[in-house]
C-alpha cells in the first residue's frame, strides 16, 4: 500500500537560525524605537515654536500705547480798559439803538453769536474676529463631511459659502475668537493633532 500523504510539514530551525532570528527581531525593535524618538523630537520642536510665535504676539498686543500730547490752550486775553467819554454821548447812543466807542464813533449792535453745527455721528466699527481655515473646496457635500467629522472630536467647525469668479467655494473653518493669540493655538493643534499642515488664520467680522 502506499503511505499516507501527511498533511503538514515540520518546521525544524537549528541554533543559528534561531540566533540570526533573534537578532533580526532585537534590529526591528532599534528601528521602531528611533523612528518614535524622532518623531517625538519633531512634536516637541513644532510645540516649542508655538510658544515663541504666541509669546511674540501677546507681547505686540500687550504694548502700552502712548499717551496723546497735551495740547496748551491759549490764554485770554484780558479785555482793555476803554477809556471815559461823556455823559451826553451815552445817552444819544442808547436813544438811537447803537454802542459808543471812547472816540465817539457809534457801532451798530453786535450780532448774535450762531451756534455751531453739531459734528456727525462716525459710523460703528464692526469687530473682527479670527478663525482658521482648515480647506476650501467646490464640494458642499465635501465640506459638510468634513465639518462633521471635526465636530464629532469637539471642535466648533462651520462651513462658510463665498462666489469667486462665479463659482461657489465651500470654506471650512475652525473657531471664533476674539484674540488672535487664540487662533494661533488652534492652528497649531490642528497642524500637529490632526494633519492640517496648510491650516492658516483667517479674519472675520
Known amino acids: ?3 499516507e500523504k501527511k498533511d503538514y510539514y515540520e518546521i525544524q530551525l537549528d541554533n543559528k537560525q534561531l540566533i540570526f532570528l533573534f537578532f533580526l527581531a532585537v534590529v526591528i525593535c532599534g528601528v521602531f524605537f528611533l523612528v518614535g524618538v524622532k518623531v517625538g523630537r519633531d512634536a516637541a520642536r513644532l510645540e ?43 445817552m444819544e447812543g442808547k436813544k438811537a439803538g ?10 451798530s449792535p453786535a450780532k448774535k453769536e450762531e451756534k455751531p453745527s453739531l459734528a456727525p455721528s462716525k459710523p460703528k466699527v464692526k ?14 457635500r465635501e465640506a459638510l463631511s468634513l465639518r462633521d467629522r471635526l465636530k464629532r472630536k469637539g471642535y466648533s467647525a462651520f462651513v462658510k459659502m463665498v462666489e469667486e ?6 470654506k471650512v473653518r475652525v473657531g471664533r475668537f476674539k484674540n488672535r493669540i487664540e487662533a494661533i493655538s488652534l492652528r497649531d493643534t490642528l497642524r500637529i493633532k490632526e ?8 479674519a472675520t467680522s
Open 98 to 107: 447803537k454802542t459808543v466807542t471812547p472816540g465817539g464813533k457809534p457801532q
Open 127 to 140: 469687530k473682527r474676529y479670527y478663525a482658521v481655515q482648515v480647506a476650501s473646496t467646490r464640494s458642499k
Open 195 to 202: 494633519g492640517f499642515k496648510d491650516a492658516w488664520i483667517v
Open 165 to 170: 469668479k462665479g463659482r461657489r467655494v465651500y
Open 1 to 3: 500500500m502506499e503511505e
Open 48 to 90: 516649542a515654536e508655538a510658544n515663541k510665535i504666541a509669546s511674540k504676539a501677546q507681547k505686540l498686543e500687550t504694548k502700552e500705547i502712548p499717551p496723546p500730547s497735551v495740547v496748551a490752550l491759549p490764554k485770554k486775553e484780558e479785555p482793555k480798559k476803554t477809556k471815559e467819554f461823556g455823559y451826553f454821548k451815552l
